[in-house]
């Protein structure tokens, strides 16, 4: 009987960290062929990052938006491998020097993405950063959770809070700024 119990709960885990969906956002699939070349060229660029305590991948998708109460033209999400994220920020075989250049070098790597993704689309809002969501019950869509962490965006509100919120034609493109208002509890100790 104890063994029945560790498995499933084994089981459970496993079930957390594969079953990481994204369940409201179209698929890649929808995207037109420069939007797609873009991904595979990030993709090819930044999949994988070998980082102080090793290598971890990612996966790139693209949202292009069309709604007026949304203040981007794309939305970048840099899905994580979310085990290693959460190794970085609560493991105590890391210590804090080392957490420290790790989560550095995944700041620095972020960046690069946004620089990479701005240059391929000039004059178009986007906002990125990694971002992983899922549920814990994938079966039956219950228990969602979701992690973002190094948000940024290039584009800015003009005229006075709250007045140019959730409006798009009331943001301009602008420079690259981090968003950490958007972020969950920093990686950093």
């Not at 290598?55 to 709604?67: A, I, L, R, S, V």
């Not at 033209?73 to 970085?88: E, K, P």
């Not at 890391?94 to 689309?121: C, G, P, R």
Request: glycine share 6%; aromatic share 20%; net charge negative.
């Amino acid at each position: 009987m104890k063994y029945l119990k560790v498995v499933g709960c084994i089981i459970i885990i496993c079930l957390l960290f594969v079953s990481c969906e994204e369940p409201y956002y179209a698929s890649n699939s929808l995207l037109n062929s420069k939007e797609k070349a873009v991904l595979k060229d990030l993709d090819q660029r930044f999949g994988k990052l070998k980082t102080s305590i090793g290598e971890t991948t990612f996966e790139f998708n693209m949202y292009p938006n069309d709604k007026l109460y949304i203040p981007y033209d794309y939305w970048l999400q840099v899905r994580f491998d979310l085990s290693f994220f959460l190794d970085v920020k609560d493991s105590i075989s890391i210590n804090t020097e080392m957490n420290q250049k790790v989560t550095k070098e995944l700041k620095d790597h972020q960046y690069n993405i946004s620089q990479a993704i701005i240059q391929a689309f000039p004059g178009k809002k986007i906002s990125g950063g990694y971002y992983i969501s899922g549920y814990l019950y994938p079966y039956i869509k219950e228990g969602f959770f979701s992690y973002e962490y190094y948000s940024w965006c290039n584009y800015y509100g003009v005229g006075e809070p709250p007045s140019y919120k959730w409006n798009y034609n009331n943001y301009l493109v602008g420079d690259f700024i981090w968003t950490p208002n958007l972020d969950d509890e920093g990686l950093e100790r």
